[in-house]
């Protein structure tokens, strides 16, 4: 299923990116999602849908609330694509994607897509694909939001999925888990995953030996190189041999048992100890917490932003008054400390992601179509950007100026915390710099905001060094 972005309500338009094949497409009408299936698509999605295993994961939700609706519910620009019949799926609150999530959300997206992969094979289904994209968020709660990549399994047929798991799921995790290879940039530089080939390597010759290595990485790599070229029907040839349901379970064990061991063993970084080693006072702590605290208790949002988010202490104040929360850091510890303690709650309103604002994800794949740059998914209604933009300005060496105005672009509301050159946080960073940052003063900054944003409320924390801004866009 392909990213869910706003739309506008009224009328019919197609999913960018949602290029029409065998299983259908993806449309927005008046701010609900369908589906068209094709003839094939339907009668996969008939014996999918007569399963007690739909059933069952629908109830569950690890499976995207998804019904088929009648003619008199779909829209006339559907009826005339001439589909064989039409889905509702319920809406992503927030579409993220793989080089977003941290360590621990890509090992139980990995779990969960090879349980679902399990428990459909019990009830004589499978899946056509194996990709990370597939899965979405509600909050720290992972779903499958892919309901065509179900279909019948035909006896002798093999997991088709196999190698995508790897280069989308096992590898990353395993190169992370391994080496300290972090995946993000990775997946981001190829939609299609690390490649056996790469991911070998990356690997030592001791590596060759830990659970997983040599299997999937060393053999598969061997064997991709051996029928890269081959005209071979590979898949009529396992056919032929016998190949059985219980060698895919067999490997589903094996898999989700490595998956399971994998544990990221760094226990710092720079920033995953902030909220510790600050220079805030007790008194300006509980006072930031009140101005944030006002402002989101006297209106209720749908999607708040909280941008450089650390903790995720500001980003549970904006959950007590808003639909969802995106939570985003660039430091990958800080938001994989986030995700457990969120999983542990079983939180769906907050979403972790890491997030580097300084070269946040851009629009990616076919014309630039398939994957969504963040300010292209949704607009927030509210931007929580608490001591982050002397990280931009001073560290990133973005403009102040262009970053209010990008704040700006996004439309909503703002409350943006100000750090000076006085305070010791800042201090550190320019320590080992020239300090050519004339543009980093507070009176351009309120010159900057007033150009740009009506600023409601002022207020000095009591240290002196850092003042706290609420400002609403010009309308």
């Not at 979405?136 to 309901?147: A, C, E, L, T």
């Not at 710092?268 to 101005?291: C, G, I, L």
């Not at 938001?335 to 972790?352: D, M, V």
Request: glycine share 6%; hydrophobic share 40%.
């Amino acid at each position: 299923m392909p990213p869910v972005t706003a739309q506008s309500s009224g009328s019919v338009s197609i999913e960018p990116g949602s290029f029409r094949d065998r299983n259908g497409r993806i449309y927005y009408y008046e701010g609900a999602i369908y589906r068209g299936l094709s003839l094939q698509a339907l009668e996969n999605y008939s014996i999918l849908a007569a399963s007690q295993f739909y059933k069952n994961t629908l109830e569950a939700g690890t499976l995207i609330e998804t019904r088929q609706v009648g003619q008199g519910e779909t829209p006339e620009t559907l009826q005339a694509e001439g589909w064989a019949a039409v889905l509702k799926h319920a809406r992503v609150p927030f579409i993220s994607y793989p080089y977003e999530w941290s360590f621990g959300m890509l090992k139980d997206a990995a779990l969960l897509q090879l349980d679902l992969l399990n428990r459909a094979l019990n009830e004589d289904l499978t899946m056509k694909d194996a990709t990370s994209y597939n899965i979405q968020w509600f909050g720290s709660k992972p779903v499958f939001i892919d309901i065509p990549s179900f279909e019948k399994f035909i006896p002798g047929t093999p997991w088709v999925g196999y190698r995508q798991f790897c280069e989308l799921f096992l590898y990353p995790l395993m190169l992370q888990a391994y080496k300290d290879v972090e995946f993000h940039q990775l997946l981001r530089g190829r939609l299609d995953g690390i490649t056996p080939e790469e991911c070998k390597n990356l690997m030592s010759f001791r590596d060759k030996f830990r659970p997983g290595v040599f299997m999937d990485v060393v053999l598969q790599a061997k064997l991709q190189k051996k029928y890269s070229q081959t005209t071979n029907n590979v898949r009529a040839n396992l056919r032929a041999t016998g190949f059985r349901k219980e060698m895919i379970t067999s490997n589903i064990a094996r898999l989700t048992k490595i998956i399971r061991r994998f544990e990221w063993k760094r226990s710092q970084s720079v920033w995953s100890d902030y909220a510790t080693n600050t220079s805030y006072t007790d008194a300006d702590t509980k006072r930031k917490e009140e101005f944030v605290r006002s402002v989101v208790a006297k209106k209720h949002r749908n999607l708040v932003w909280d941008l450089g988010c650390n903790t995720g202490a500001y980003s549970r104040i904006a959950a007590k008054n808003s639909e969802y929360v995106v939570a985003t850091d660039f430091d990958h510890l800080a938001i994989e400390r986030l995700y457990h303690e969120l999983k542990k709650e079983g939180n769906a309103t907050i979403l972790p992601l890491v997030m580097n604002l300084a070269d946040a994800s851009p629009n990616l794949g076919w014309r630039g179509l398939e994957r969504k740059a963040l300010t292209e998914r949704a607009k927030p209604d509210l931007v929580l950007c608490l001591a982050l933009i002397h990280h931009i300005v001073i560290s990133a060496n973005v403009p102040l100026k262009e970053f209010i105005d990008w704040m700006a672009s996004l439309g909503g509301d703002l409350v943006i915390e100000f750090v000076t050159k006085d305070d010791p946080m800042t201090k550190i960073l320019l320590a080992n710099k020239d300090d050519q940052y004339d543009d980093y003063s507070l009176d351009f900054l309120e010159q900057c905001l007033a150009d740009r944003f009506h600023v409601r409320r002022r207020e000095q924390l009591a240290s002196g060094t850092r003042i706290m801004y609420f400002a609403q866009t010009l309308s």
